[in-house]
């Protein structure tokens, strides 16, 4: 699939994705890319953001791939089961955040556990960093594959943000290409 041939719907996390984050900066670079918008990117509420999703979704006129990151990725695990199957070719996952964990922060996160174990209902990937300070690799691990999604290890990389040095992220989006091949 070349991205010409889809609707990219990019998910943020909390607090939005910044200009210089690779979410933002992918959603200029790319045609048919465009933003999730919520109601509340400071103060999110489940219900809120997986209902954005599942209209969102609803109203794109090509196929969907989803780009989600950090608490983005826990709100399309939740929005998966509400999607109208087949309308969502694939997901692409960076930075879960372990909502599960009792010291997360912020607390309001923790209202999107527990994190979906079902598997999700269209090919999916999730990259994972060693050195994530919101969610360890084996936790990540274990819900990829809990979610028949493919796991890829992106090493010492933080939380794959700005702050970690991740705003263009070439990786990424090379990684990202190859899996739109796939779809």
């Known amino acids: 699939m070349k991205t010409s ?3 990219i719907l990019i998910v943020p996390g909390h607090e939005n994705s910044g200009a210089d984050h690779w979410q933002s900066r992918w959603e200029r670079q790319l045609s048919t890319a465009r933003r999730i918008e919520q109601e509340s ?28 990151h950090s608490l983005g990725v826990v709100a ?15 997901a692409f996952l960076v930075g879960l955040p372990d909502v599960e964990r009792p010291d997360f922060m912020p607390a309001i996160d923790r209202a999107f556990a527990p994190i979906p ?4 209902p269209f090919p999916s990937v999730l990259v994972a ?8 690799y084996a936790k990540a691990e274990d819900v ?15 939380h794959i943000n700005t702050d970690s040095g991740h ?17």
């Open 5 to 7: 041939d889809c609707d």
């Open 41 to 68: 990117w400071d103060e999110p509420t489940k219900d809120a953001w997986i209902g954005r999703i599942v209209q969102d979704v609803a109203r794109a006129r090509l196929p969907v791939v989803l780009v989600g």
């Open 76 to 90: 399309i695990a939740h929005a998966a089961p509400l999607l109208a199957p087949g309308k969502v070719q694939g």
């Open 117 to 120: 174990r079902d598997p999700l």
């Open 129 to 136: 960093s060693r050195t994530d300070p919101h969610c360890d």
């Open 144 to 158: 990829a594959y809990s979610w028949g999604a493919a796991i890829v290890d992106a090493g010492d990389a933080g």
């Open 167 to 183: 705003g263009p992220w070439p990786e990424g989006l090379m990684r990202f290409a190859g899996f739109l091949k796939r779809l």
